[in-house]
Nanobody
Framework: QVQLVESGGGLVQAGGSLRLSCAAS????????MAWYRQAPGKQRVLVGV???????NYVDSVKDRFTISMDNAKNTAYLQMNSLKLEDTAVYYC??????????????WGQGTQVTVSS
């Protein structure tokens, strides 16, 4: 089994910054990719961005140039640096990891989510 533990959420004023962390532990052969999703009240969970183990990243248009995903492969930890936060960034942020649990099989795992609230 693999566990993902997120941290770093909280309340921040519009224009401010927050950094989320997601630490993966457990039966990990290696990590293929890690991603951040968010779910605003009354809305579906949507992808924010993804990073591969090789360091390639992709972001949804609404966060490009404001959010940055990075990964420390040695620590199996991904980070989401969020700058210039807007009211519409308020959501529960979830970490997702696509993990090689054995050499020939990957599985997806989710964190428990962390609340980010942006105030005016």
């Amino acid at each position: 089994q693999v566990q993902l533990v997120e941290s770093g959420g909280g309340l921040v004023q519009a224009g401010g910054s927050l950094r989320l962390s997601c630490a993966a532990s457990g039966s990990i052969f290696s990590i293929n990719s890690m991603a951040w999703y968010r779910q605003a009240p009354g809305k579906q969970r949507v992808l924010v961005g993804v990073i591969t183990s090789g360091g390639s990243t992709n972001y949804v248009d609404s966060v490009k140039d404001r959010f940055t995903i990075s990964m420390d492969n040695a620590k199996n930890t991904a980070y989401l640096q969020m700058n210039s936060l807007k009211l519409e960034d308020t959501a529960v942020y979830y970490c997702n990891a696509n993990v090689w649990v054995v050499k020939t099989m990957t599985r997806n795992f989710w964190g428990q989510g962390t609340q980010v609230t942006v105030s005016s």
